[in-house]
């Protein structure tokens, strides 16, 4: 059976690993650290750094395909490894639109596809023109290595973008400016494709988004525009196909007051609004991830119930006294139907740590039920006043 190599040890590879042992195969890791969530599980683990072209061959050598569980790996790594037969999937060519957001903003601009105004910012000078011109606040964000909400600002006035630009274009980041778009909400477009061509979408997801990263994912959208639907599950086909995009890919969506869309990011990797697709539809993403770099017929995406929400557990500000494993045992006590998937990370502010997935027919009642449970997770606090003691 072949051997997958990802990039990278977080959450993503270790969801990917678990994929792939139900396929008989495993999953080869290079992580930073043995007590990186995927190194806790995967046999097959090479130490080292994805910036450190060594280690990387290291972890390619007698590998299928090299993959990826975020988007840090340097590009001309990338295709020195190419150059020495590695196959990389998603290509250098592609991944790099998921790497560098002004060569994506560019790309998608030049075919006539929809996002937000934007300008490379090269100076103070031109983040304040920018927001001159297009209205205050404005977003700034770091053209590569921001995830999760780092990388990104929205200063209100010409003061706070000059000195936010001073900062960071001082520290060596490149910056775009884009204009802070009206929003109705976030969705997120996922699809997965393969080298012979073959392409599976799953259904538009909502993305809810708290402190600048993912909290919510309700699948499919809520009330979505049946056309809207279509138009966004067919761009994230089109990209897919004209981008040369092998594997998962995430399309994120801002769906505007007007009831348009505009292209926000894309990951070319696993993403966090197709984890609820591990329980909520016949194949999950990182299943689908592993068929894809490998070649194999894609799994049928259908969903298994009306609704499935996804509720991230997310690290505390301060960690409860009650330990993970008793918090777990009272979430199971209250909500057998709840499907948990923690990550072995430790529990910092905000830090993504686990997720809960509930099914069912009712959008409210799902997500107030599956944030009610992630909630508990991560305060040992119901958010209904229910105390397991009493
Ligand atoms: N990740 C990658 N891009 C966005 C996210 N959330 C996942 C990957 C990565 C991990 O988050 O799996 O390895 C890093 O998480 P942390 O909490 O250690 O920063």
Known sequence: MPTVTMVGGGQLARMT??????????????????????????PDVVLGSHTDLDALRRAATGSHALTFDHEHVPTEHLEALVAEGVAVLPPPQALRFAQDKLAMRTELSARGLPVPAFTVVESEAAAVGFGEEHGWPIVLKAIRGGYDGRGVWMPEDADAAA????????????????????????????????????????????????????????????????????????LALRLAADLGVVGAMAVELFETTDGTLLINELAMRPHNSGHWGMDGARTGQFEQHLRAVLDYPLGDTRPLAPVTVMANILGAPEAPAMSMDERLHHLFARMPDAKVHLYGKGERPDRKIGHVNVLGDDVAVVRERAERAAHWMSYAVWTDGWDPHE
């Open 17 to 42: 690993h678990q994929a792939a042992v139900a396929l008989g195969q495993r999953l080869r890791v290079l992580a930073e650290r043995p007590d990186d969530p995927a190194a806790q599980v995967s």
């Open 163 to 234: 000195k936010i630009t001073a900062e960071q274009l001082g520290a060596g980041v490149q910056l775009l400016a884009e204009v802070r778009v009206p929003l109705k909400r976030e969705l997120s477009a996922m699809v997965a494709r393969s080298p012979y061509g073959q392409a599976a979408t799953w259904p538009v997801v909502e993305t809810v988004q708290r402190r600048g990263q993912c909290a919510v994912v309700i699948a499919p959208a809520p009330d979505l525009d049946e056309d809207l639907a279509a138009e966004a599950e067919e």
